[in-house]
């Protein structure tokens, strides 16, 4: 089957679809049909997320027969390669942000399931904090609104569902689509050498963003545009047998 040019964006754990807003934008002018979910719980959806393979599930039973391309970031990156685990042939190609393929340690899991327990009965103010703690100040006031429309339901689905996720490695070890990590080069949650990790296990490549840190989509989204789309275009080319889009943006020199 000829694969269409659509793409799936995935987003991270507490946000939602709106981080997406500017490769969107880019991808939408380049003549991409985009598909940019809300998982349970996030950006204003009900419910909450059971487990990343039935999430996975789910979204493979509503995505179009066509092989897209996908693209996930931390979270939607796990989610990606629960996508990837059990149907790769509906993908030409997978592109995973500042994500990893290894499952969480046990004082991960453990730091998982009591954060859990914190949004279950304290509400999700916490997060918040934390969010201010951890990103630059742009970036901050970008996701805010954001993780204060995630719910305490949808957070503790997550963050379980995150927990309980099984090692990828061997998912990308062979995989038979072409496969772009890229990662913030002060990325301290899911550092570059996790993100090389994963290119060398698919036989993929690996670029790291200056300037940018665990959200490297919102850090410096030039620069991840100007990753992302080429890729894209290219893969996309390949699949369908045409000559690459002569409007795709150059990579910066």
Not at 110 to 124: K, S, V
Not at 178 to 188: E, R
């Amino acid at each position: 089957m000829p694969p269409a040019r659509t793409v799936l964006l995935l987003h991270a754990y507490p946000l939602c679809a709106a981080m997406w807003d500017e490769q969107r934008r880019a991808l939408e002018a380049a003549g991409w049909t985009v598909l940019a979910p809300d998982l349970p719980g996030f950006g204003g959806q009900p419910s909450a997320l059971v487990s990343l393979p039935g999430a996975a599930a789910d979204l493979l039973a509503a995505l179009p027969p066509e092989p897209l391309a996908l693209v996930g970031l931390s979270m939607g990156g796990y989610l990606g390669l629960e996508l990837l685990a059990q149907a790769p042939e509906r993908f030409f190609a997978a592109v995973l942000a500042d994500t990893t393929a290894r499952a969480d340690p046990p004082e991960k899991v453990q730091a998982r399931h009591e954060q859990a327990r914190r949004a279950l009965t304290e509400g999700t103010d916490f997060l918040v904090d934390a969010a201010r703690e951890e990103h630059r100040p742009p970036t901050f006031e970008r996701i805010r609104p954001m993780v204060e429309m995630a719910t305490p339901a949808g957070v503790a689905g997550a963050l379980r569902a995150m927990a309980a996720r099984p090692d990828h490695r061997e998912t990308l070890r062979g995989l038979p689509l072409p496969v772009l990590t890229l990662v913030g080069a002060q990325d301290t949650l899911t550092p570059p050498e996790r993100a090389q990790e994963m290119a060398d296990l698919a036989g993929g490549r690996c670029e790291v963003l200056p300037g940018a840190a665990h959200l490297s989509n919102l850090d410096a989204p030039e620069a991840f545009t100007a990753a992302l789309l080429p890729f894209l275009e290219e893969t996309f080319s390949a699949a369908s047998g045409t000559a690459p889009d002569s409007a795709a943006p150059d990579r910066p020199s």
